[in-house]
Each structure stands twice: as C-alpha cells, then as structure tokens.
C-alpha cells in the first residue's frame, strides 16, 4: 500500500467455441468457460461461484458465508489474463457423467461438456505447431484461445500443452466476458504469444523467414484495438 502497487491474480483461459450451433453445444461452451475461467474469477468479481456450477454441482460445491463475500468479493484490482487456445466444446449431459461428478468430484464430468481442439472429421480447429501439438488458429473464432480466445496445417511453433491460438474475434469475445461479469477491475494480458520449432537444424536464414507470427501478432492486436 505505501508503494501504491496494485495485487491481483493472473489466470490461464481458454476460449471455448460451440463445436455445432445447437444451443446444447452453446451452452455446453458457456458452462466449460464457468468451470475453468469462472470458478475462480466470479468469486473475486461478484462475491460466488457460477450460477452453472452451483446447479449442477450442489451441495458438493462449498458455500460462502458472508464473512467469505466480504473478504474475496472485490479483493483484486486486476485481472491477469494467459491466453494462447481455444478449444471447441459439445454437450456431454449424460447420467453416467452425472454419476462420475458426483463420485469423483470431477470438475469435467460436472460441466457437462467434452472439450477438444478439433471438431468433425477429426479436423483441428487451426493450424498446428511444435512438439506440443499446439494450434495456430488465424480466423473469426476469438484470439484468447482463450484456456482465449480463449482465446488458429503447418508444424510450427507455440507453448507447452496441447494448444489452439486463436488471433481474431477471440480478444473480442473476451472483452464481453469482461463488460458482462468484470465491470471491476481492469483486464491485463499477462501472458500471450508463439513460440518456434526449436529446430537447431534449421538455417538462420529460413529461421527468420517469420511470416506466420508477423500474421498472428498483426491479426492479434488488430482484434485488440477492435474489442477496446
């Protein structure tokens, strides 16, 4: 407080993508959001967990008293955003997913949504990079690809987890995630970007022949300026 910082908290996101236009799909996209991004920002925000996660997890699911609202709700004057993929999401409301939340307190089974960086025929849902298997996703899905978007066929290069970049509307999107349920306080990219191959074979001239992350930070803050 004397040194006038600020304290907030910093989060990994994925976007999540309808994997059809059904509305089970898009609200199965809506509920994986809720229990990654949700679970621990709606505390912070608006004082309890997900209206998705307190219906479908029930008693299991710790309540918070009142002492608990005061102490966490509004208690970050910041939010930290990582985002590199999005995945799509479908609706997986089965009752043995039911049965398997409520056995394992599995936090999948109990959004009832099966997530995935590739959709029908096995296609992914962008181009793909490094050892890693990440995605480059370059087109209108969202740019936090998110998990943001959550935030996008070449072997390129990225992070260290099965990945999807997404480096248009995803920042977009995100920004309305924030204008709907983060009126307070402000949000912060603290985390973002590609990575290369890694090729020590490669040659330095074909090394810094970088066309694909010129396009993906070009299409990334493009969509950036567009969501202020």
């Not at 925000?45 to 996660?53: A, D, E, Q, R, V």
């Not at 608990?68 to 985002?83: E, M, P, R, T, Y």
């Not at 995605?135 to 290069?157: D, I, Q, T, Y």
Request: charged content about 25%.
């Amino acid at each position: 407080a004397k040194q006038g910082g600020s304290l907030g908290i910093s989060l990994d996101v994925i976007w999540f993508e309808p994997a059809t236009n059904t509305t089970n799909d898009t609200e199965a996209a809506q509920r994986a959001q809720d229990f990654q991004l949700g679970w621990f920002i709606e505390p912070l925000i608006l004082g309890n967990y997900p209206t998705s996660m307190r219906n479908r997890v029930g008693d299991r699911l710790p309540k918070f008293t009142k002492n608990d609202i005061a102490l966490v709700k509004g208690s970050s004057d910041f939010i930290g955003i990582n985002h590199y993929t999005t995945f799509y999401a479908r609706s997986n409301d089965s009752l043995l997913g039911d049965l398997i939340g409520k056995v394992l307190n599995d936090s999948l089974a109990d959004s009832g949504a099966i997530t995935l960086p590739f959709g029908k025929n096995l296609k992914p849902i962008g181009d793909r990079e490094r050892k890693y298997k990440a995605n480059l996703v370059p087109f209108e899905c969202s740019l936090l690809g998110f998990r943001s978007s959550l935030f996008n066929p070449a072997a390129l290069g990225c992070s260290e987890f099965y990945m999807v970049v997404h480096s248009t509307s995803r920042d977009e999107k995100l920004n309305e995630l924030h204008q709907e349920k983060v009126r307070e306080p402000p949000v912060i990219i603290t985390e973002n970007g590609m990575d290369d191959p890694n090729n020590a074979l490669t040659p330095i001239k074909d090394a810094l022949k970088d066309g694909k992350r010129i396009k993906y930070h070009n299409d990334y803050l493009t969509n950036l300026l567009a969501s202020i």
